[in-house]
Nanobody
Framework: QVQLVESGGGLAQAGDSLRLSCIAS????????MGWYRQPPGKEREFVAA???????DYQDSVKGRFTISRDNAKNSVYLQMNNVNPEDTAVYFC?????????????????WGQGTQVTVSA
């Protein structure tokens, strides 16, 4: 069983930066892709960013150029650096682990989930 624990959410103003962290335990970390999803109020969970075991990253169009996903295999951790946030980024952010070395956009293919961390951005 893999456990994922997110941290780093909170309140921010438009234009601020936040850094989300997710630490994984329970299995080898470096062989699995990792991702970040978010669920805005009243909406479905959506893909934000993901990174393969090899380090290839991809992003939702609305966050490209503002968010950066990275991983530190030595620390079993994945990060989401969020720059120039705006109110549309308000959501609960979830860390996800995939069962494969490569990621998928659909949340249904993620194998394990963290409990989520709230990010609230005011104008």
């Amino acid at each position: 069983q893999v456990q994922l624990v997110e941290s780093g959410g909170g309140l921010a103003q438009a234009g601020d930066s936040l850094r989300l962290s997710c630490i994984a335990s329970g299995r080898a970390f470096d062989t699995n892709a990792m991702g970040w999803y978010r669920q805005p109020p009243g909406k479905e969970r959506e893909f934000v960013a993901a990174i393969s075991a090899a380090g290839t990253a991809d992003y939702q169009d609305s966050v490209k150029g503002r968010f950066t996903i990275s991983r530190d295999n030595a620390k079993n951790s994945v990060y989401l650096q969020m720059n120039n946030v705006n109110p549309e980024d308000t959501a609960v952010y979830f860390c996800a682990s995939y069962p494969t070395s490569y990621y998928y956009y659909s949340a249904q293919f993620a194998q394990y989930w963290g409990q989520g961390t709230q990010v609230t951005v005011s104008a």
